[in-house]
Every structure is written in structure tokens, then in C-alpha cells.
């Protein structure tokens, strides 16, 4: 009654793919779960620890089967439990200077600070790699304090982090600006890609614990000591880019870094503001979107007898926007003294002069 297809239709592939994407289906299993579990962490877009070689890897595929952890990420805001007011006193920061070393040393260890003042969180992957940089000379006593200080705050905001410290020799005069640009060249020669840097005043140290220490987006450094005690915690003017300051990688490089030509106090945060605005940079505070919490973002200043200003200053800084390209970065010069990873940071010593010497 109905006419017979002309044409025989070709089961074979049919039966292919019906007894194929079985059996693949099956093989799958065997590899995943009885082969490949032995070797690496099967469970769907995790980040997976190595707890013997204590790295991490970021995977399609994991399982927990195998004696690996998995890792979240770290929560993007500090987790409020961990958040409050420190007591900066005089009395607490002599009594932090007094604490036995080797009972200090001993405690950041197992807190998982690592040799050369490196530490990353175990509870969690930090999305955030900072290197935090401090020049200094003659300023042992404020050192031990900031860095007894600075580590367990930092620890607090679960970040991935490395302190360094670098010292300049009294061969000349104190030129703050060279060494925070050493300072930045010699973390990279570390190979640790870190994604942004905190240039960091030894004698400044936040007071509150949600004072943020992320790194800043690119395109918008972030000016953080701008309430401070000495100036009775009135904020201080846009412009105004010193003490500590925090720039992405990309951005600290494509203003050439700060200039090299401030030799004695001063100046060299202001010609930094001048780079970042010429390059369009937008400069951002802490809590910006939120001004009534602009008093979380205080810093005190550990009593230090203030340096005498360089009275070329206001000439170098008129004269700065003709040298960004020339001077900063791409010319500088230095000869390391001394390089050590010490356990609470790692410790550069060097000489500068203003004849540009060759670095050793």
C-alpha cells in the first residue's frame, strides 16, 4: 500500500556510536577514578594544594581522594572576626621592642612566616601578591617594631606578601626615592611576579585592622596614609602621595618609578603624584565610596627626630616633568653591598651616590 523507500539506510554508524559512547564512558571511569586518582586531585574547577611540595595548581579537574587539599580562594573583604582597633600606645610599641628576639622569631615561624619576611595563607588562595617595601637607615629600633607589627596585620588580611627592607650605606645623603626604586628592581629579579608593591614609611604603621593592604586596581593607585596623628588625623590634600602608597606592578612601571634625583628629605612623594597624574592615573583612598569610613584608614608615627628638608627640593620638582622618561627606573644605578634573607624579611644593603655608580 506504500511505496518501499528507494534508498536502504546505513545502520553502521548508528551502531558505532551506540556502542562506542559506552565503552568510552567506561574507560573514562577507569582512568579517572581508579588510575589517574593515584597521581593528581580529580573535582570540578578547584584550586588544589600540594601539601608535601606546598604549591599550588589550578586544575579543571580534582578529587580528593589523593591526599591533596583543596583551597578556596580568599574572601575578597578581611572576614570581620578578624578585624579591630590596635593599641598604638607608647607603652605597646616599647613593649613590642622588648620582646625576646628568639621567642619572636620562633612565634612568626609558626604562624608561617617564611625566611625573608615571605608568607602566604594556608586556609585559602590569596588573590593578592604584595611585595612591601621599606627604605631605611639608621632606623633599627623602628624596624623591629614595624616588622613585629606588620606581619601579623598583613596575616590578618590573608595576604600572599614578602617584607623588603632596603638599607641605604652613609656614604651620601638619604635619597628615598632611589631606594624604594631598588627596592622594586631587586623583588623582581626574585621571579615572583607580584602583582602590585607597597611603598612603605618604616615609622608609619596602620591602626586599624581593616585598613586595606589588597593591591589596587591598574590605572588607580592608592594613596593609604593620608589621616596620621601628627596631623591630628585631618586628612591631608589630593595631592599629597607619601608615606605609603600602593601601585600596581604595570602602573609603578609605566611611570618610570619614583625620580632618583632627591637627595635628603623630601620631594620625592610629590613628583610620584606628578608622574601618576601624567599618565592619566586616577589616585583613590580607602573608603572613597564610603567617607564615613574614612577615620578606619588612621596611621601613627612612631616618634623619630624629623630630618632637615633639601632645599633643592622645589627646584627639582619644577624641573621634574622634563626627566619622567629619563629619570626613574630606566637609569638606575646602585652597588649592593649585601643581600640576605633574614626570618622576618629580606634585607638589602646598598650604596647610591649622585654620580651614578654601576650596580654590582
Not at 558505532?16 to 588510575?35: E, K, M, R, T
Not at 638619604?174 to 615609622?203: P, S, T, W, Y
Not at 596614609?225 to 602621595?241: E, G, I, L, R
Request: proline share 7%.
Amino acid at each position: 500500500m506504500f511505496p518501499r523507500c528507494r534508498y536502504a539506510t546505513n545502520a553502521t554508524p548508528i551502531r558505532i556510536l551506540v556502542l562506542g559512547v559506552p565503552l568510552v564512558a567506561v574507560l573514562c571511569y577507569f582512568y579517572f577514578f581508579l588510575y589517574a586518582s593515584n597521581y593528581s586531585c580529580i573535582h570540578p574547577w578547584f584550586i588544589v594544594s600540594d601539601r608535601k611540595n606546598n604549591q599550588s595548581y589550578s586544575y579543571p579537574w580534582t578529587d580528593a581522594n589523593c591526599g591533596w587539599q583543596i583551597t578556596p580562594p580568599c574572601p575578597n573583604m578581611i572576614p570581620s572576626q578578624l578585624v579591630e582597633w590596635r593599641n598604638l600606645s607608647l607603652e605597646t610599641t616599647i613593649a613590642i621592642l622588648k620582646e625576646d628576639e628568639d621567642a619572636v622569631q620562633l612565634k612568626m615561624t609558626k604562624s608561617g612566616i617564611k625566611v625573608g619576611g615571605k608568607y602566604k595563607p594556608v586556609e585559602c588562595q590569596s588573590q593578592h601578591k604584595v611585595a612591601v617595601v621599606v627604605p631605611v637607615r639608621n632606623r633599627t629600633d623602628h624596624l623591629t617594631v614595624f616588622l613585629r607589627y606588620m606581619h601579623p596585620f598583613l596575616q590578618r588580611q590573608q595576604l600572599n606578601y614578602i617584607i623588603i627592607v632596603v638599607e641605604q650605606s652613609e656614604k651620601s645623603p638619604f635619597n628615598r626615592g632611589m631606594l624604594m626604586n631598588i627596592g622594586f628592581k631587586e623583588a623582581q629579579l626574585l621571579q615572583e611576579n607580584f602583582q602590585c608593591f607597597i611603598f612603605h614609611d618604616v615609622d608609619l604603621l596602620p591602626e586599624y585592622d581593616g585598613n586595606p593592604y589588597t593591591c589596587p586596581e591598574d590605572g588607580k593607585p592608592r594613596q593609604m596614609a593620608f589621616s596620621v596623628d601628627s596631623w591630628n588625623y585631618k586628612p591631608t590634600s589630593a595631592n599629597h602621595f607619601g608615606g605609603v602608597t600602593a601601585l600596581s606592578t604595570n602602573d609603578f612601571q609605566s611611570v618610570n618609578g619614583f625620580s632618583n634625583s632627591f637627595w635628603g628629605w623630601g620631594g620625592e612623594d610629590d613628583q610620584l603624584y606628578q608622574r601618576v597624574k601624567s599618565q592619566n592615573l586616577n589616585v583613590t583612598r580607602a573608603f572613597d565610596e564610603q567617607p564615613s569610613l574614612i577615620h578606619l584608614a588612621r596611621y601613627k608615627t612612631l616618634s623619630h627626630k624629623k630630618a632637615s628638608p633639601n632645599p633643592d627640593r622645589m627646584q627639582v620638582i619644577k624641573e621634574g616633568p622634563s626627566r619622567f622618561k629619563t629619570d626613574g627606573l630606566v637609569d638606575l644605578r646602585y652597588k649592593r653591598l649585601d643581600f640576605q634573607f633574614k626570618p622576618l624579611y629580606t634585607h638589602i644593603l646598598v650604596d647610591i651616590q649622585p654620580n651614578s655608580i654601576t650596580q654590582k
